[in-house]
Nanobody, 120 residues
């Protein structure tokens, strides 16, 4: 059974940082591109960042470029998202997802999400 379990969310002040983790199991992690997607209160899903299966390429949305960094650890089967210079617009539930491919916006498995709240 494919499972994706996020952790690391919380309440942080503007300008602060967080590191999100996503523990993957039930599939060969190194065979798949992975992504982070978020959903702000009252809004739709927003793609945040993707990384390819070999960790050699990554891409980010314009709204987080230069502030968020995606990475993965194949030995731990874990996906990460480092969030820096957070602002209130980053408040959202953050989901990790398994991607159809590196450039795909189709995701077949999702985690349950972790809440990130940016507030003073």
């Amino acid at each position: 059974e494919v499972q994706l379990v996020e952790s690391g969310g919380g309440l942080v002040q503007p300008g602060g940082s967080l590191r999100l983790s996503c523990a993957a199991s039930g599939f060969t992690f190194s065979d798949y591109a992975m992504a982070w997607v978020r959903q702000a209160p009252g809004k739709g899903l927003e793609w945040v960042s993707s990384i390819n299966d070999r960790s050699s390429r990554h891409r980010e949305s314009d709204s987080v470029k230069g502030r968020f960094t995606i990475s993965r650890d194949g030995t731990e089967n874990t996906l990460y998202l480092q969030l820096n210079s957070l602002n209130p617009d980053d408040t959202a539930v953050y989901f990790c997802a398994r991607a159809g491919s590196y450039y795909s916006t189709w995701f077949d498995y999702w985690g349950q999400g972790t809440q990130v709240t940016v507030s003073s």
